[in-house]
């Protein structure tokens, strides 16, 4: 008898780019598991259309309607509980969570991050890149920890900063490897292939000691990189 795939909820406040991408990969058959439902805490978040246009559940979890971060992360996990969710992730779910949130889901949890961390924690990463003049830049798909963007990298896709490069180039450009790295890592989870142990990922039995890099470079002739 076939195991089931493994249910995604995916996270979004907002256009759901990242989203439109890991619905792409799984009408490929990229993804080992499958989407099962968007959640946002916002009603208007265009990924809820995408959402939509897939055929998938679409829920609204609204955080103003909860007095603080614990309580609305409460519900945001009876929700996905109520869902039968094995995987969350996080795309462009712009709500710093609780250990309420993340202990339930540990090891279980995935972000992706507009820089390559653990340069440029936090938000305004593609000006603050520009700024400390970095040669390299791009996004980091990592762990969900208690500690905002700090838990382990996973996958890194990795640009060249050059001269002419303004914010909204380098916004641009990282965006693309974002959609590029993601459904990777969420295929590794969901097969079982990428594995927290502690504190520490294993990706085929093996310890990641530093995130796997995907250079844009190696990209530019191929739409969506291999999962092998």
């Known amino acids: 008898m076939t195991s089931p795939k493994p249910r995604i909820a995916v996270l979004i406040s907002g256009s759901g780019s990242n989203l439109q991408a890991l619905l792409d990969a799984a009408a490929q058959g990229a993804l080992a598991g499958e989407i099962s439902a968007v959640i946002s805490n916002r009603n208007d978040a265009y990924g809820l259309q995408r959402a939509a246009a897939a055929g998938l559940e679409q829920h609204v979890v609204d955080h ?5 971060r614990e ?4 519900a945001l996990v009876a929700k996905l509980k109520e869902l039968d969710t094995d995987i969350v992730v996080l795309a462009g779910f712009m709500r710093i969570l609780t ?3 993340i202990e339930p889901f540990w090891g279980r949890l995935l972000n ?7 340069a440029f924690r936090g ?3 593609h000006q603050r890149a520009l700024e ?5 830049h791009g996004c980091t798909v ?8 700090a838990g382990p990298s996973i996958i890194q896709g990795v640009i060249r900063v050059t001269e002419q490069d303004t914010e909204q180039t380098l916004q641009r450009r990282t965006q693309r490897m974002e959609h590029l790295i993601y459904p990777r890592a969420v295929d590794w989870l969901s097969s079982g292939r990428l594995e927290l142990d502690g504190n520490l990922p294993h990706l085929d039995g093996e310890q990641l000691k530093a995130p796997v890099r995907l250079h844009e470079e190696e990209t530019e002739n191929t739409q969506h990189a291999s999962t092998d």
């Open 132 to 136: 400390e003049q970095v040669s390299e």
């Open 123 to 125: 938000l305004h990463t």
């Open 64 to 68: 103003r309607n909860y007095p603080d």
């Open 99 to 101: 250990p309420t949130f």
């Open 142 to 149: 990592h762990f969900v920890t208690p500690e905002l963007d």
């Open 112 to 118: 992706i991050h507009p820089s390559l961390l653990p």
């Open 71 to 74: 309580s609305f992360d409460a």
